[in-house]
């Protein structure tokens, strides 16, 4: 095994130096199930490497004078401001497109808008509903698409996350995995496909009502068989968590569902929010992850909204367990701007 750009012990490295290099030019990143797990760890290790450069204050502007635009239908913190730094940091100029001020999908078609912003950006990201819209987009823009958040997928968070277990636990390949809550929606299908692909062991505990979608399931399966990945699926807290390296939670009700769902939500998923008691399970090594935002306090207008109407403090996690050494969430969300960046910078030309 020569050449490999991975930390000892690696799951997957390469066979020879021609295949570290690994070219993705012109690729849109629209969904995890598109890329090799070779190509993600290149996406993790060019992340990583970013993340060194810009510590130590080495410049990357590999793309000056470049302009990307970012289409965001949904709000967000972390991926739009990821996005813009990164822009900045690798010489790019970023454009903010809120839906609600420009023409896309009112007064102008997908197919239409993804012509027109091809025509004067080199790479457009994309925040907002079906998965369909994204696909749509790079059908028709000529350049990059970057999707930044679907209902069914999430995937520029997958490197971010990979960094961060990689960072903590030194290694990804035979990770035990356990997503907590509601499996059956972008962050629970898109880690669960991170897991399959990556030989990782994935547990979705959680009520069988939110179990991730059948085919999926399927196609990690068969990806499974290839990595030694397994996919299991359990509503048992206590089997499902023991001796995991990572527990993972999620909000219950996501961007675009409706407020009504949170009673049912509660009602199924409160068996499995993520306390001291599933982390003393899990063992003293496990680390907890949360793509954020989170419900974890009384200090956001929707926790206090739930607080008033079903009396809960804290929702998907305690605030204990979000506040504590075992916590890594803050990495985490650091994380997805150095990997935002390798994300544009391999599909632009690195
Ligand atoms: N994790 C994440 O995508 O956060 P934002 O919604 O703030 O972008
Ligand atoms: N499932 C969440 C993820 C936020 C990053 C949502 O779609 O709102």
Redesign the pocket.
Known sequence: MTGCLHKAGSPICYKDEEEIRMNLKGRHFLKLMDYTPEEILHLVDLAEKLKKEKKQGILHRHHEGKNIALIFE?T?T??RCAFEVAARDLGMQATYLDPSASQIGKKESIADTARVLGRMFDGIEYRGYGQEIVEELAKYAGVPVWNG?T?EF?PT?MIADLLTIREHLGRIKGVRFVYMG?AR???GNSLMVTCAKLGMHFVACTSKNYFPDAKLVEYCENVAKETGATITLSEDVETATKDADVIYT??W?????PDEAWAERIKELLPYQVNAKVMENAGANAIFMH???AYHDLNTTVGREVYEKFGLEEIEVTNEVFESSQSVVFDEAENRMHSIKAIMLATLGE
């Open positions: 949904k967000s972390r991926t958040l209902n999430h968070q509601d929606y972008n962050m999620d909000v009700v996501s961007m675009g569902e793509c954020l935002p």
